[in-house]
């Protein structure tokens, strides 16, 4: 049983960077899509896809490289079910100067920091990416 479908998710997405694979396959869940699809407007992974296998949804994840290198350097969790970690809007600006970004869960839905600054909204921080 998985207690934390987020932290599976980005495992997932680490490791497969990490072995440098095209693809992989995560446990369907709409916060997961949400998150990848900050991630594909950021420019993190290329694409993905939701595919369904009878009653089961799983996300086909296509990575992205450039020059044989992953694009992303880090991929952390940051709240987690023992430990969540709340910003308010005045706390959530640039991460890495501009290069990384924070996921925050809102109550205007999943959103970038950025996005959550501009729209003037704070929340649960679910995981940052580089």
Request: charged letters at 30%; glycine letters at 6%.
């Amino acid at each position: 049983m998985m207690n934390d479908i987020i932290a599976d998710a980005l495992t997932r997405i680490r490791n497969a960077s990490m072995r440098k694979l095209d693809t992989t396959t995560l446990v369907y869940a709409k916060v997961v899509e949400a998150i990848l699809e900050i991630f594909k407007n950021k420019g993190y992974i290329d694409s993905f896809h939701i595919v369904e296998e009878g009653s089961k949804k799983s996300i086909q994840v296509v990575l992205k490289y450039e020059n044989d290198k992953s694009v992303i350097n880090e991929i952390k969790r940051v709240s987690k079910p023992g430990r969540r970690v709340y910003k308010p809007s005045s706390e959530i600006k640039q991460f890495k100067n501009g290069y990384g970004t924070i996921i925050i869960t809102t109550s205007k839905g999943v959103l970038s920091n950025d996005e959550a600054h501009r729209q003037g909204v704070g929340g649960e921080v679910l995981c940052s990416i580089w």
